[in-house]
Every structure is written in structure tokens, then in C-alpha cells.
């Protein structure tokens, strides 16, 4: 059985030639798909007798809301859905200024094993399809019945390490007859997986690359991020120049702030050293505790004293607000709780 979510509009387009469907079937069945019907009855357009067909053949996938938290601190909301096959994920939906913003899953774990994240503890389980990304998007926007305009693919998972699924993703929510979010509301974020970055740079999706950098040397991120034994840091700033000047996108980098570890004034100095010819914005993350981990975030001063380093050192830099914190909004959190 195939999920039709799984399909770009022209692979959609093909699959229902090639079962006798006239070309104008798939502008509607893929409209329907991306409005959150959950079965082939609540397409009100198509026959009777075309629904009948495809559920020989198809299905509409779903997603179960296992637990929803929702913040009395600033609205955030986290969502636990569960898959078919009853493996769960997290998806993060954010409350800005300029509207809606979702934080999306690509994987049922992780197996990039980054010792300050809990998203890796148990490893990967398996890969999320195009239509299960999708359909965090689709479902949360149906539960708060709001428009979702800005994307962030940070959740659970390594999204470059899905690659194939997650472009198809992108395809599809960026298409006009679907959600028809913009590229450059989307952001991708990466610990590191060097050909791929060459690979998305031949894309030419004017995305936002972020990278999960968190460590301004390969001593120290060799001990935090698995992923640096296989891509050192200079074949990673490398890779990013590549992707800055294919795209013309600024890459920027996320920088968990673990105190005693990567959180020193001399660390900030070797950071904007690393990073300055890339015109780079540095978003600082003060480091989210996870009991099996150990690690601490520094005082406030000490993270505002880091982030004043970097702009002297002509690194623009700012420091995150730690939204959801009283729902466990950070990645892998939730999922571990409960299951």
C-alpha cells in the first residue's frame, strides 16, 4: 500500500494516469491531502467509485496526537504524535511576532550520538517518510486551526542523514497547491554531514543551512559529536563556504553553551576566528539539561560575556529564548519520558 503523501505533485500525477485518472485528479487529491483529510469520503470532489479504486491500492496517512503540553510561559506548544506502527515523535510549534513557527522531526531517533542531546539516547529507530514530516506540519496546524508559516527541521533526527525523504518533503510543502510555504521560511539544521551539504548546495533551494557546530575545535567537539571523527572542522567551514557562494544564503551556526567544556572567553576568540570569513550568524543556546548527560549551562553572565566576545570580535551573535521550558519543548525530552 502506498501513502500518496509520500508523492511529489508529479509523481502523484503519474500514479493516477497509469490507474486511468484524467490529469486534473491530482491538483485535487493533492489539495485534499494537504488540508488534513484523514480518508479518500472526505475528498467531496472525487467519485465515489475513484475513492473505491484508490483504497485498493493507497492510503491517506495519519498522525495520532499522543500528548499535547501547551505553556503557561509563553504559548509554545509540543506535540508527542504517535506513527502508525506506534513509534512516537516530537514536533514543536512556536508563537512569534511574525506568526506560527513549527519545529518538525525527520527521524524516529538519531544515531549521530551528540552527548549533550537527548533526541540519541536508544539511537536511530528508522527513517520518517516525505508524507510523515508532512504531516506534523499538517496535523498541528489542524489542532490550532492557525496557519504555520516558518518551518525549522531540528527536531528529532539528523535530517541530511534522511536525505532523499526530506527533499521530497521540501518539494511538497513549498508547492502552491499544497501548503505552499516558502523556501526562504524554511530552515534545515545539520550536525555536520559534509557531502551532503555539497549535495543540498546542487539543489538550489534557497533554504536556510544551520549548522550544529557547538565546539570552536576539533578537540573539543571530538568529544561532544561523534560526527566530527568522520568530518573535521575545517572540511565542515569548507563545505559551508561552498553552500554560501552556490546559494547565496548566509549559513549560520547553532552553539550549545556547556559550561566548562565549550563555554570559555578564549573558546568564544577561537569561534569568531573559525567563522569570520563566513559572515555567519551565531545563534548561542544555553545548554538544556538532560539527566543522563550530566552537562550544566553557565551562569548569565558568563553566556552574555561570550556573546559580547563574539560581536567584538565582528561575529554577529544572539542568545536564545528558552521557549517551552516548563513543557520539556527541547529536542528527544518527551519522547524519552514517556516511552
Not at 207 to 223: G, M, Q, V
Not at 288 to 309: H, Q, T
Request: aromatic residues 8%.
Amino acid at each position: 500500500m502506498i501513502d500518496l503523501k509520500d508523492f511529489e505533485y508529479d509523481e502523484l500525477a503519474a500514479f493516477l494516469k497509469e490507474h486511468g485518472e484524467p490529469k486534473f485528479r491530482a491538483e485535487q487529491i493533492f489539495s485534499w491531502l494537504h488540508r488534513g483529510v484523514e480518508s479518500y469520503d472526505e475528498m467531496t470532489n472525487i467519485s465515489k467509485a475513484t475513492c473505491a479504486k484508490l483504497e485498493e491500492i493507497s492510503y491517506v496517512s495519519t498522525l495520532k496526537i499522543r500528548e499535547k503540553y501547551v505553556s503557561e510561559k509563553d504559548g509554545t506548544m509540543k506535540y508527542l504524535f504517535e506513527l502508525p506502527d506506534g513509534n512516537c515523535i516530537e514536533t514543536v510549534v512556536m508563537r512569534y511576532h511574525h506568526g506560527l513557527s513549527i519545529c518538525v522531526s525527520s527521524q524516529v531517533g538519531c544515531r549521530m550520538g551528540c552527548r549533550f542531546c537527548a533526541s540519541t539516547i536508544g539511537g536511530l529507530y528508522r527513517n520518517l517518510t516525505a508524507g510523515e514530516i508532512l504531516n506534523q506540519i499538517i496535523f498541528a496546524q489542524k489542532d490550532i486551526g492557525e496557519r504555520i508559516s516558518n518551518i525549522v527541521i531540528m527536531g528529532i533526527g539528523e535530517p541530511l542523514d534522511n536525505y532523499d525523504n526530506v527533499i521530497k518533503f521540501l518539494h511538497n510543502v513549498n508547492h502552491e497547491k499544497g501548503l505552499n510555504i516558502g523556501y526562504r521560511h524554511i530552515t534545515l539544521s545539520t550536525c555536520g554531514l559534509v557531502p551532503r551539504i555539497y549535495d543540498l548546495a546542487e539543489e538550489n533551494l534557497p533554504i536556510t543551512l544551520t549548522i550544529s557546530l557547538h565546539a570552536p575545535n576539533d578537540e573539543i567537539r571530538d568529544t561532544i559529536m561523534p560526527v566530527n571523527h568522520s568530518y573535521k572542522i575545517g572540511e565542515l567551514i569548507k563545505a559551508c563556504a561552498a553552500y554560501a557562494g552556490k546559494t547565496g544564503r548566509r549559513v549560520s551556526f547553532e552553539y550549545s553553551l556547556i559550561h566548562g567544556i565549550n563555554d570559555s572567553i578564549e573558546n568564544a576568540r577561537e569561534l569568531a576566528e573559525l567563522i569570520r570569513g563566513l559572515h555567519a550568524h551565531v545563534n548561542l543556546i544555553p545548554v538544556n539539561k538532560v539527566e543522563e548527560r550530566g552537562f550544566e549551562k553557565g551562569s548569565d553572565r558568563d553566556i552574555r560575556l561570550f556573546r559580547e566576545c563574539l560581536e567584538s570580535l565582528g561575529v554577529n551573535a544572539t542568545i536564545r529564548r528558552e521557549l517551552g521550558s516548563d513543557i520539556s519543548a527541547s529536542c528527544g525530552q518527551l519522547r524519552k519520558k514517556v516511552l
